[in-house]
C-alpha cells in the first residue's frame, strides 16, 4: 500500500503536465543535464521496468493528445515506442520535459500527416547528438584534470563495481565471440586486481564493462545510494548513450 501511494504520487508530480507548468529553467540541453532531477534509472530501481515504461508512454500519450495530425498513435504503438526508448536511452525527467516541449514546438520539424514511434526515434535520435556533445564536453573538462600516469582511480568506484558484480551473480568470464563487450576472464581480473594501483583512464575502464553490467550500474546506485560517484554515473550513461545510438544507426 505504501508502495502505491509512492508510485501515485509520483505519477502526479512528475507527470507530463506538472512538469511542463514547473519547466521554465529548462530550456537548453545543457540545463536538462546539470538541474538535479529524476531519472528513468531512479524509477526502475524503485517500482521496475513495467512502471517505468508506462510511464515514459504516458509522455508519449500527451504528445499525442497534443498533436494536430490526421494519424495518429494506437496504444499499441505508444507503448511499443516506450519500450525502445527505455531500452536504448538513459533519460532524465528533465530530458523527457525539453524533448517533448521541443517537438511541440517544432523544433524538429512539422509532422501535420501522422505522429509515429519511427518519427518519435528520429526526434530523439537527434535530441541525444546533442546531449551527448554537451555531456562530452563536461566529462571532458573533468576527465582533463586526470592525469593516466599520475592520477589513480579512486578506490570508492571501483567498489561499486565490484557490489555490481556480487549483485548480478554474473557467470565466470569467458570470451565471447559474438559479444565483443565481453571480456576474457584474465584481463577481467587484471583490471579489477589491485584497486589502489590502478592508472587507467575512468572512460576506458567503463568502457571495459558489458552493457548488462553499466545498466545493472545504472539500476543499483543512483544518488540516494551510498558510495554514489556523480562523475562515474555521467560517464557510464554517456557510455551506453553511444551504444545504444551506434545499436540504433546499426538497425536503421
Not at 31 to 51: H, M, N, T, V
Not at 89 to 113: A, I, M, P
Not at 135 to 150: C, L, P, T, V
Request: glycine content about 4%; hydrophobic content about 35%; aromatic content about 10%.
Amino acid at each position: 500500500m505504501i508502495l502505491e501511494k509512492k508510485q501515485q504520487k509520483d505519477l502526479v508530480t512528475f507527470s507530463p503536465n506538472n512538469c511542463n507548468k514547473n519547466s521554465s529553467k529548462i530550456r537548453t540541453v545543457k540545463e536538462a543535464i546539470k538541474l538535479p532531477s529524476k531519472s528513468l534509472s531512479d524509477f526502475f530501481r524503485q517500482y521496475g521496468r513495467d512502471w517505468v515504461i508506462g510511464y515514459v508512454s504516458a509522455w508519449i500519450i500527451d504528445l499525442n493528445d497534443d498533436s494536430n495530425v490526421k494519424t495518429k498513435m494506437t496504444d499499441a504503438q505508444m507503448e511499443f515506442t516506450a519500450t525502445r526508448i527505455v531500452d536504448l536511452y538513459r533519460l532524465k525527467v528533465t530530458d523527457l520535459t525539453l524533448f517533448f516541449r521541443s517537438v511541440k514546438e517544432g523544433k524538429y520539424g512539422e509532422y501535420y500527416e501522422n505522429l509515429s514511434r519511427e518519427k518519435i526515434m528520429g526526434w530523439l535520435s537527434k535530441y541525444f547528438d546533442e546531449r551527448c556533445e554537451y555531456a562530452q564536453m563536461m566529462s571532458q573538462s573533468s576527465h582533463e584534470k586526470f592525469s593516466i600516469s599520475k592520477d589513480k582511480v579512486h578506490p570508492d568506484i571501483l567498489l561499486n563495481f565490484k557490489k555490481l558484480d556480487a549483485e548480478i551473480k554474473l557467470k565466470p568470464y569467458k570470451r565471447d565471440l559474438d559479444n565483443p563487450n565481453t571480456l576474457g576472464k584474465r584481463t577481467r581480473r587484471n583490471v579489477m586486481k589491485k584497486e589502489g594501483e590502478i592508472t587507467m583512464d575512468l572512460k576506458k575502464i567503463i568502457q571495459l564493462k558489458t552493457s548488462i553490467e553499466l545498466r545493472n550500474y545504472l539500476v543499483n546506485f543512483n544518488s540516494f545510494t551510498d558510495g554514489f560517484d556523480e562523475k562515474t554515473y555521467t560517464l557510464v550513461e554517456l557510455v551506453l548513450d553511444e551504444r545504444g545510438r551506434k545499436e540504433l544507426n546499426n538497425n536503421g
